[in-house]
């Protein structure tokens, strides 16, 4: 497959946690935007490293969203 871009590359410079409603809105457009283009990437074999990877990105990116919608939870309407 080879076109798996780490998470590290991913991931923005800045901690979510410093982020105002604007970025995290930003970032988690970026990450939903990525997992869409994993899932059309999805490697055939199930049993190969690949798949392994992308599975491991996926959950990682998953795990993102789920941050980031946490710290909107958090921030509420404060920044509307």
Request: hydrophobic share 30%; aromatic share 4%.
């Given at each position: ?11 923005p ?68």
């Open positions: 497959m080879g076109d798996i871009i780490s998470l590290d590359a991913f991931r410079e800045q901690d979510p946690e410093d982020m105002d409603r604007r970025q995290l809105l930003g970032l988690l457009d970026r990450t939903r935007t990525r997992i869409a283009q994993l899932d059309e990437a999805e490697p055939e074999d199930p049993e190969s490293e690949d798949y392994d990877s992308w599975g491991e990105e996926h959950e990682d990116l998953e795990d993102l969203v789920d941050e980031i919608m946490d710290l909107l939870d958090e921030l509420g309407d404060e920044d509307e």
